[in-house]
T-cell receptor, first 117, second 111 residues
Framework: GAVVSQHPSRVICKSGTSVKIECRSLDFQATTMFWYRQFPKKSLMLMAT?????????EQGVEKDKFLINHASLTLSTLTVTSAHPEDSSFYIC?????????????FGPGTRLTVT | GNSVTQMEGPVTLSEEAFLTINCTYTATGYPSLFWYVQYPGEGLQLLLKATKADDKGSNKGFEATYRKETTSFHLEKGSVQVSDSAVYFCALGGSARQLTFGSGTQLTVLP
């Protein structure tokens, strides 16, 4: 149990275009999902906290108009990188927080490698 | 605010060697502490955790003890295997259940 998927696993896009990344909790409902960015040889940086049915809470320094987060259901959150630029190239990881059955732990997706050319 | 300081890598060991990866933290209140592992090309997996002082988390031969007096949560394994090669992250869970991660330590185990 407690499986989180991400789609796509890899995406290459041209500068100026938008890319949507999906995060799904496959066998549990998640009222809260988190989006992280991981730079090479660096730790995970929390970008935003996504709560089902409400606006996401962004961390300081993260542009909410550039990184659009939608959490329309208890099993799906999406991150859209708008007007992507090469500096947005990174590894994006989501996590979903389980309910009491799962001890409220965070379960991580496998990540999405975004390359902007 | 919360922060985690983790031993920098990379760490290279021979199979069956003893492993220690140091982790210290700064936090308000009484956080939970975690070790996550990331195998190549995969997402993070929870390796072990401890929720209060003096708790010992253990899994797959790995252990870590929550030391409040030294604000540490060092990861240890008595005999590493090639399959343990991965990146290990120490993390702290705050009151809002958000995680603060250390910088990660790359471990390579040679046969």
């Amino acid at each position: 149990g407690a499986v989180v998927s991400q789609h796509p696993s890899r995406v290459i896009c041209k500068s100026g275009t938008s890319v949507k990344i999906e995060c799904r909790s496959l066998d549990f409902q998640a009222t809260t999902m988190f989006w992280y960015r991981q730079f090479p040889k660096k730790s995970l940086m929390l970008m935003a906290t996504s709560n089902e049915g409400s606006k996401a809470t962004y961390e300081q320094g993260v542009e909410k108009d550039k990184f659009l987060i939608n959490h329309a259901s208890l099993t799906l959150s999406t991150l859209t990188v708008t007007s992507a630029h090469p500096e947005d190239s990174s590894f994006y990881i989501c996590s979903a927080r389980g309910d009491s059955q799962f001890g409220y732990e965070q379960y991580f997706g496998p990540g999405t490698r975004l390359t902007v050319t | 605010g919360n922060s985690v300081t983790q031993m920098e890598g990379p760490v290279t060991l021979s199979e069956e060697a003893f492993l220690t990866i140091n982790c210290t933290y700064t936090a308000t209140g009484y956080p939970s502490l975690f070790w996550y592992v990331q195998y190549p090309g995969e997402g993070l997996q929870l390796l072990l955790k401890a929720t209060k002082a003096d708790d010992k988390g253990s899994n797959k031969g790995f252990e870590a003890t929550y030391r409040k007096e030294t604000t540490s949560f060092h990861l240890e394994k008595g005999s590493v295997q090639v399959s343990d090669s991965a990146v290990y992250f120490c993390a702290l869970g705050g009151s809002a259940r958000q995680l603060t991660f250390g910088s990660g330590t790359q471990l390579t185990v040679l046969p």
